[in-house]
C-alpha cells in the first residue's frame, strides 16, 4: 500500500509487483527470524546448559495438570538417579523478556 501510495515505481506497476515485492519482504523477514533463532539458546533449557555441557542428560516431559505426583512417583521407581528439577508451562510468551543467563 506505502509503495502504491508514494508512487515509488514513478509510473504503472502492476499489481503481482507489489506481491513479489510482499513475498521478498516477508520471505526475507522468516530468514532473518530463523538466523536469530538459530543464534541464540532457548530460554526453556538455558538454565541447564551447564550441565549439559558436563555431558548429563536433560529429559523434559510435558503431562496433564495432576499427573505430575503419578509421573514422579514412576521416574523415582525407574530411574532413581534422575533428579527432578521443576515443573513449569510449556507456552512460550514472546513478548516476555527472557530471563537473563547466568555468565558462562
Not at 6 to 29: D, E, K, P, R, W
Not at 30 to 35: E, L, N, Q, S
Not at 73 to 102: C, V, W, Y
Amino acid at each position: 500500500w506505502y509503495l502504491s501510495w508514494t508512487n515509488a515505481f514513478a509510473g504503472h506497476t502492476s499489481f503481482l509487483m507489489y506481491v513479489a515485492i510482499f513475498g521478498f519482504v516477508t520471505l526475507f523477514g522468516v530468514w532473518a527470524g530463523g538466523m536469530v533463532g538459530l543464534a541464540t539458546e532457548n530460554q526453556k533449557i538455558a538454565r541447564y546448559h551447564d550441565a549439559i555441557e558436563a555431558g548429563k542428560f536433560l529429559v523434559m516431559l510435558d503431562v496433564k495438570a495432576g499427573e505430575e505426583e503419578k509421573l514422579k512417583d514412576l521416574m523415582a521407581s525407574s530411574h532413581p538417579e534422575a533428579e527432578f528439577q521443576r515443573i513449569g508451562s510449556t507456552f512460550i510468551n514472546p513478548f516476555k523478556l527472557a530471563p537473563s543467563a547466568p555468565a558462562h
